[in-house]
């Protein structure tokens, strides 16, 4: 009865994306344990995330292994269109309007590489625009770690590159937090696969890496959507909990859809070595890891969240050369996704090593609550949004 309920409500989103049981092929013999989900939800149960990439009997047995040929059929190949995103998406998006959790700020624009800007006369830094691009700190997004912690994050990744940044890691124990663009981990499934089995967090980078201000509601729901949904579906169904805005552009209108359609955390950063300029030799490696000098011998309150990026070997091998002074001056290095209580998914609790069996939890609507085995009420949430 629940079953049928929920998959009632799970058909629109993943009809695009069902999997035929045959995708599973031999790599599945090193995913199998990963693709479990580990305990529950942590959302209040009527957040429409819930619905939209809701837990099911199915969730870590019927996705197509990463990088088959099922797996990346029937993505948009580049910016989404959107007149043909799922229905229940819109329908969320459209609820969270009429229920005035949008603010209806108008779309900024902008000339390429340039700061957005608004339409004559709105201040970018007011309380009503609060504009990440121009440093104004909405105080439900993440800007600093906690004192004395290096939270270790990555952006554009998967590359070619992303494979020597995680060797490197895994020969030094420790894991980061990697927001990935959409259409990069179609391009890249095999080193996308690497990180997440190597246990490191996969976070939202958007789907085509646009200055998210300047987009229409619709255009930020099949950003955010469609990352979502590639990294659920190639994770054994987690939800990933935080976002990363590219250029760090975020507004209240942006962030409020990523909150509360997607249940997304925004976050941004309180250091930037413009890495980003050695792939266009506007920065070298020297000058990179210099800069990270500065920040790893500095005071430590409040902890550091610096921009870095997987884009090129130059930004890896500038992080791969600071990476000594992070233990040398005491910092708590964590993956950036753990720093607020540990979890690093919406609908995922602690690590592999927490497994049950798929199917073991069930998320059903707010009056469709009997299956007795959810351990992710409402009563045991920490909701974020
Ligand atoms: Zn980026």
């Known amino acids: 009865m629940l079953l049928s309920a929920l998959l009632l409500v799970l058909s629109p989103v993943l009809s695009a994306y069902a999997a035929p049981a045959a995708a599973h092929d031999s790599h599945d013999h090193e995913h199998t344990t990963a693709q479990r989900l580990p305990a529950a939800w942590y959302q209040p149960r009527g957040h429409p995330v819930h619905q939209l990439f809701s837990r099911a009997t199915t969730d870590g047995v019927s996705y197509p292994a990463v990088g088959t040929p099922e797996w990346s059929q029937g993505w948009p190949q580049g910016v989404p269109d959107n007149t043909k995103l799922p229905s229940a998406w819109v329908n969320a998006l459209n609820a969270a309007v009429a229920a005035g959790k949008i603010p209806n700020i108008p779309q900024s624009s902008n000339q390429p590489n340039q700061n957005p800007v608004y339409p004559q006369g709105l201040n970018p830094n007011s309380p009503e625009i609060c504009s990440a691009t121009y440093k104004c700190r909405n105080p439900e997004d993440i800007w600093d770690a906690p004192n004395g912690t290096y939270a270790t994050s990555f952006d554009d990744g998967p590359q070619p590159a992303s494979a020597t940044l995680l060797d490197f890691m895994s020969a030094n124990n420790v894991t980061g937090t990697h927001f990935m663009i959409g259409t990069n981990i179609l391009n890249n499934p095999d080193t996308f696969a690497k990180a ?157 090593s927490d497994d049950v069996e798929p199917g073991d939890i069930l998320v059903g609507d707010e009056n469709n609550s009997t299956d007795t085995s959810d351990d992710g009420d409402d009563s045991s949430s920490n909701a974020t949004s």
Request: net charge negative.
């Open 196 to 352: 997440f089995n190597l246990n490191h967090d996969i976070a939202v980078h958007t789907w085509t890496h646009p200055y998210m201000t300047t987009l229409s509601n619709l255009d930020v729901l099949g950003q955010l959507g469609y990352t979502m949904q590639l990294i659920h579906n190639s994770t054994g169904g987690r939800v990933p909990r935080f976002w990363r805005p590219p250029y760090g552009d975020s507004d209240n209108r942006v962030r409020a859809i990523a909150a509360e359609v997607f249940g997304l955390q925004t976050v941004v950063w309180n250091q930037d070595t413009n890495d980003w300029a050695i792939s266009t030799n506007g920065n070298t490696v020297d000058k990179v890891v210099s800069t990270l000098t500065g920040y790893l011998t500095g005071p430590k309150t409040p902890g550091l969240i610096i921009l870095e990026h997987e884009i090129v070997d130059g930004t890896v091998q500038a992080w791969i050369n600071a990476f000594p002074m992070i233990k040398a001056n005491g910092w708590n290095m964590i993956s950036l996704a753990k720093i607020v209580d540990g979890r690093s998914y919406q609908n995922a609790a602690g690590s592999s």
